[in-house]
């Protein structure tokens, strides 16, 4: 199989509960010329956090195995959503399946087989759907998941973090900086499934935006093909504005065939969040 370079595997994966909140963080503060309140950020502020019980360090080479469990399974979280929930964004597929649909009659004339073919369909979704996600998590594990080390913690303006609780790894999260643009994307943020609802994922949401501000970058971007709702407000509430989106992205290990661009479809969003004007 032939993958993608690491710079192309960027997507995001965050799962949260909706109605959470960082101390300190606004959903109207869209500027950080200054630290909020309550948070002081300055360059000799220890790697090291607790934030409501959940401790945030850097990675470390025995978390490998943690870490990538914790990664594969908010992936493969994504095959059932991108099959089923995702569907609902796409409104001309649906029409496009309930066409389907009354031709199945209109030839066949036959009761049995019109009610099964919306079954079928979605059955081709759920099976193109894993095809698909399972070849992106390949190549991620391929290329910067691989060696986390090498990727994440050995070059300038990139860091990778995991946060604890109860003495486990319940969440990773990376940042990555682009000094073209003066930014850092958000990357890889994922929780266990276990210890959601307590904040985690907000916690090391605000660890990136920390660590940018520290490092004087001007902004942080995240591009994300979450499905449900939650994700997307989890950004807004930390500040982010959705800056594009595109309803036919490409992930990588796709092959784009006929039949995979009749079943699998997702919708890629852009956000940024402008830390101080240049």
Aim: hydrophobic share 40%; with cysteine; aromatic share 10%.
């Amino acid at each position: 199989m032939h993958f993608s370079s690491p710079k192309m595997v960027c997507e995001t994966k965050i799962v949260a509960d909706e109605h959470e909140a960082i101390p300190g963080t606004k959903k109207e503060a869209m500027m950080w010329g200054s630290p909020p309140s309550g948070a002081a950020l300055s360059p000799a502020e220890p790697k090291d956090e607790r934030k409501d019980g959940v401790f945030i360090r850097e990675f470390e080479r025995g978390d490998e195995e943690e870490v990538r469990r914790i990664f594969c399974e908010g992936i493969m979280e994504r095959i059932p959503n991108t099959a089923f929930r995702g569907i609902k964004q796409q409104p001309r597929i649906q029409f496009f399946y309930a066409l389907l649909t009354v031709m199945c009659f209109y030839v066949t004339k036959s009761v049995t087989l019109t009610c099964c073919a919306p079954l079928i369909l979605m059955g081709a979704r759920y099976y193109y759907s894993r095809k698909v996600i399972q070849n992106y998590l390949e190549c991620a594990l391929h290329t910067d998941m691989a060696d986390i080390e090498a990727y994440y913690m050995k070059p300038t303006g990139s860091c990778f973090w995991v946060a604890i609780l109860e003495g486990h790894i319940v969440g990773i999260v990376a940042a990555r900086g682009h000094e073209e643009d003066n930014a850092v994307e958000l990357r890889r943020m994922s929780v266990d499934s276990r210890y959601r609802g307590k904040g985690i994922a907000k916690a090391l949401g605000r660890r990136v935006l920390e660590y940018a501000v520290r490092n004087n970058y001007a902004a942080v971007v995240l591009g994300t093909t979450a499905v449900k709702l939650a994700a997307h407000k989890l950004y807004e509430s930390l500040g982010f504005c959705r800056t594009g989106q595109s309803e036919n992205h490409r992930l990588p290990g796709m092959s784009r065939s006929p039949l995979e661009r009749l079943f699998f479809q997702i919708r890629h969003s852009q956000y940024r969040l402008q830390l101080r004007e240049e």
